[in-house]
């Protein structure tokens, strides 16, 4: 059969590449321009080849944001994943219950994320705050602006009560698509509770449960908003997270050229972690 | 060995889903639950395996009341509509998961599932995934572990209505033979009277959650003991006219067709029940009664077609051997085989098969 030729049909992609430019492309392109030069202003630029990119991967500070960002990322997920599937699996599966859960569990969602940093910044002041007075009152030493542990602490604290009901929604979307017959037949195996979660529950949430993570993932290592207002990335730099770090070097600093490599280092961090996750978990899926 | 219902009842709420029931399964037969969706072929099957209990009533098992009785201790193995595997097994694992549990020797096992899955043809498929698997494959290793431990009672939920027609065609065959030569009660539901036809055995009709009637399939088939029976057993529907008798002459009541009968049944009106095959569009053995009529549709269903038409103020169905199309409005004689008529009185219960 012979394919018609129509070159017009590139008229129809050109408002999506115009727009894709004008908030991906120019964006991108404009931070890469800085990475690679130096300037001080009056829109005069030197090239500096890879210099920036050097000098930001041996630095001790990058490196010391970066592994505060990994360990923060990684307790979160450790935190909020198992957290949020056994909710899911404790949620009410008819009846009134079903849209009073769903509805309570969305609230935090909803949440601006600066007001969450101000709530809990005023929920956790240990002097008036609800959460800080009592740990007080109850005897323990509690100051979220004053101590590394406690401002970790509330920080975690914070992240898991905003976002661990998405976690809890997905992971229940998963549940609820599981089809009865499946319960009965394990049932009938007489397979015990554990082994139909693991073999059943599990394997059937799997793909829920790899968005979940990645969207958990990229959210939390790009985590700014909230930290910034409970913290500010303080006491010192304790909980300045990667992304404080460079709004830090960028804006406070003005240092804009190794800012700028800095931010593509990060975006390539993201980008490969994503990948690699999802490479891995697809996997065996391909297939079907 | 024997699986008795007795009075059993299953009601939700103030819906009753089924009705009183008594029934008894012999061993060794393949009992067929035939009923249009929503009748209560699922409700009865999770009865039977106790999956479900029932609202009243008492379920015995080889002279033992088993009403209540956990399913994990009775012997029992389940497939369903939708292909249920455990999806991170492979099919060999899938097929000994039963036996794992029951502490069966890793010899046995191996022995017990190459011989179940030589049987369905799953040999070498035996470390796929069952997402490797087309919807036939997935549906046989399902079969696979339902037959691999000797159950008493094997429930079949529909199990081919999820497969496309070859692959349904092709199971459909080969499962009388599966369960050949098994000491066990195969219960089997279907909302296909073809499918009871060809598994043979036994058949209940069910109509919104009551059995109407419990039989060998051959007999539930030619002697429907109600017009409902006989509705619920026949695919494409059954024609439904009344009829008046006034000695050895019968006649519909809404044209002038006449027949002459032997039947020594009491004068007066009847409704007959003619199955579509019944009527044809050519004259052929004893399909002679001439009825005319006026073509809705025609349709054309494997190598048999289908044609409906108008006669009276009725609407009726015949199919007829052979692949040909009639025009929409046509009119055009076509015949009936009186000797097939079957007779119901005016509470639709049989009074003669032809």
């Not at chain 1, 300037?39 to 930001?56: D, S, Y």
């Not at chain 1, 049932?187 to 990645?214: C, H, N, Q, Y």
């Not at chain 1, 992304?243 to 070097?249: A, G, P, Q, R, W």
């Not at chain 2, 080969?174 to 036809?197: G, H, M, Q």
């Amino acid at each position: 059969m012979n394919k018609t030729v129509n070159q017009k049909a590139w008229f129809f992609v050109i408002p999506v590449f115009v727009l894709v430019a004008f908030n991906a492309i120019i964006p991108l392109m404009t931070v890469v321009n800085y990475a690679f030069q130096e300037t001080f202003g009056n829109n005069v630029f030197m090239w500096e080849g890879t210099r920036w990119f050097k000098q930001i991967m041996l630095s001790e500070r990058f490196h010391a944001s970066l592994g505060r960002q990994f360990l923060f990322t990684f307790i979160i997920l450790f935190i909020q994943i198992p957290l949020g599937i056994a909710i899911a699996l404790t949620m009410p599966k008819e009846g009134i219950g079903v849209p009073v859960c769903l509805v309570l569990m969305s609230m935090p969602l909803l949440i601006p994320w600066n007001v969450v940093g101000a709530m809990w910044n005023i929920f956790a002041l240990p002097d008036i705050g609800f959460l800080g007075h009592s740990l007080n009152a109850l005897g323990f030493d509690y100051n979220f602006t004053q101590q590394i542990g406690d401002a970790w602490f509330t920080t975690i604290l914070m992240d898991v009560w905003h976002w661990t009901s998405l976690v809890v929604l997905l992971s229940y979307a998963g549940l609820r698509s599981i089809q009865p017959a499946y319960y009965q037949a394990a049932e009938i195996d007489g397979a015990s509770r554990w082994a139909i979660f693991t073999k059943i529950e599990l394997p059937k949430m799997k793909k829920v449960l790899t968005i979940a993570i990645l969207l958990r993932f990229m959210d939390s290592f790009m985590i700014y908003t909230e930290p910034f207002v409970l913290t500010g990335g303080g006491p010192g730099n304790a909980t300045a997270f990667l992304s404080i770090d460079l709004v830090k070097m960028a804006l406070g600093q003005f240092d804009l050229g190794p800012a700028a490599a800095m931010s593509l280092i990060y975006f390539f961090i993201v980008l490969l972690v994503c990948w690699v996750f999802y490479t891995l978990m697809m996997r065996n899926e391909e297939k079907s | 060995m024997s699986l008795e219902l007795k009075n059993v009842e299953k009601k939700i709420g103030l819906d009753t889903h089924i009705y009183s029931t008594n029934l008894k399964l012999e061993k060794n037969t393949i009992n067929i639950l035939l009923g249009p969706t929503l009748s209560g072929k699922t409700t009865l099957m999770q009865i039977m395996a106790g999956l479900d209990k029932p609202t009243s009533g008492e379920i015995w098992f080889n002279n033992e009341n088993v009403t209540g009785m956990k399913v994990q201790k009775r012997n029992v193995s389940m497939v369903y509509q939708q292909f249920i595997n455990y999806p991170n097994f492979t099919v060999y694992d899938n097929i000994a998961s039963p036996l794992k549990i029951t502490g069966v020797s890793s010899d046995e096992t191996k022995q017990r599932v190459g011989k179940v899955a030589e049987l369905l043809k799953l040999s070498g498929m035996l470390n796929k995934k069952p997402n490797e698997l087309s919807g036939g494959q997935q549906q046989r290793t399902a079969l696979a572990r339902a037959l691999v431990k000797d159950s008493d009672l094997i429930l079949l939920d529909e199990p081919l209505a999820n497969l496309d027609f070859k692959l349904r065609e092709e199971l459909r065959e080969e499962l009388p033979k599966l369960f050949e030569n098994r000491d066990c009660i195969v219960v089997y539901a279907t909302t296909e009277p073809s499918e009871a036809l060809l598994l043979g055995g036994n058949t209940a009709t069910l109509q919104e959650g009551k059995i109407i009637q419990y039989g060998k399939t051959l007999d539930t088939y030619n002697k429907p003991n109600s017009l409902v029976s006989a509705q619920v057993f026949s695919d494409p529907p059954m024609n439904i006219a009344k009829i008046k008798k006034l000695g050895d002459q019968c006649s519909f009541l809404q044209n002038d067709i006449q027949w002459k009968t032997k039947l020594n049944i009491k004068d007066g009106e009847y409704k007959v029940g003619i199955r579509p095959h019944n009527i044809t569009t050519y004259k052929e053995g004893n399909n002679t009664l001439e009825i005319k009529g006026k073509v809705l549709i025609s349709e054309i269903s494997g190598s048999e077609s289908l044609i409906h038409f108008t006669n009276g103020n009725l609407n009726w169905v015949s199919l007829s051997n052979g692949v040909f199309q009639k025009n929409v409005g046509d009119v055009m004689n076509l015949y009936m085989n009186t000797d097939e008529f079957i007779y119901f009185d005016q509470n639709e219960r049989l009074v003669s098969n032809g």
